[in-house]
């Protein structure tokens, strides 16, 4: 095995974005596209997360709205307000989050596993926590977040 190969492997490509004060993120080979909020139609009867759907480039999208998925307070949407466009199993699904900063390299030794948190509404869905100088990134496992089940079932595409 080359060197060259070796350093890829130790390393993964995240997507980071922001809720409230915090930074998140996503492996990028998870995410299809980042796009402005644009308009979203109202599913009725779905939980108060999924914010409805939108059509994206011919294909409807469920779209979910992370703040209110982590039980945090809902806020205007801004201009700095996007979409990820990320792959769950065999459909795509949109997270709502306050800002997507930027993509980086993270050596994956320097991603710790999930801490023991007490009293967080979004510990269940955090993989693990990477350092990278003075920031401090809280890595998300998509599956946990929404499984695609549940969004079938929320609307209505069951089968």
Same mark, same amino acid.
């Given at each position: 095995?080359?060197? @060259?190969?070796? !350093?890829?492997?130790?390393?993964?490509?995240?997507?980071?974005?922001?809720?409230?004060?915090?930074?998140?993120?996503?492996?990028?080979?998870?995410?299809?596209?980042?796009?402005?909020?644009?308009?979203? !139609?109202?599913?009725?009867?779905?939980?108060?997360?999924?914010?409805?759907?939108?059509?994206?480039?011919?294909?409807? !999208?469920?779209?979910?709205?992370?703040?209110?998925?982590?039980?945090?307070?809902?806020?205007?949407?801004?201009?700095? !307000?996007?979409?990820?466009?990320?792959a769950l199993e065999?459909?795509?699904?949109g997270l709502i989050?306050?800002?997507?900063?930027?993509?980086?390299?993270?050596?994956?030794?320097?991603?710790?596993?999930q801490p023991e948190?007490?009293?967080?509404?979004?510990?269940?869905?955090?993989?693990?926590?990477?350092?990278?100088?003075?920031?401090?990134?809280?890595?998300?496992?998509?599956?946990?977040?929404? @499984? @695609?089940?549940?969004?079938?079932?929320?609307?209505?595409?069951?089968?």
């Amino acid at each position: 095995m080359t060197e @060259t190969t070796e !350093t890829l492997k130790d390393e993964i490509k995240l997507i980071v974005f922001q809720l409230k004060e915090k930074e998140y993120a996503i492996p990028v080979s998870q995410v299809n596209a980042i796009e402005k909020i644009e308009h979203i !139609t109202r599913v009725p009867g779905v939980k108060n997360y999924i914010k409805g759907v939108i059509n994206l480039r011919g294909v409807v !999208t469920p779209v979910i709205d992370l703040r209110l998925r982590f039980d945090i307070e809902q806020e205007e949407y801004s201009n700095s !307000t996007r979409v990820i466009i990320v792959a769950l199993e065999d459909m795509e699904v949109g997270l709502i989050v306050d800002a997507a900063n930027d993509v980086i390299d993270v050596k994956v030794d320097s991603i710790e596993p999930q801490p023991e948190i007490v009293g967080v509404a979004e510990a269940e869905y955090i993989s693990g926590v990477a350092k990278i100088e003075k920031r401090l990134l809280i890595l998300l496992d998509l599956e946990k977040v929404l @499984t @695609t089940d549940e969004v079938r079932v929320n609307l209505g595409n069951e089968g």
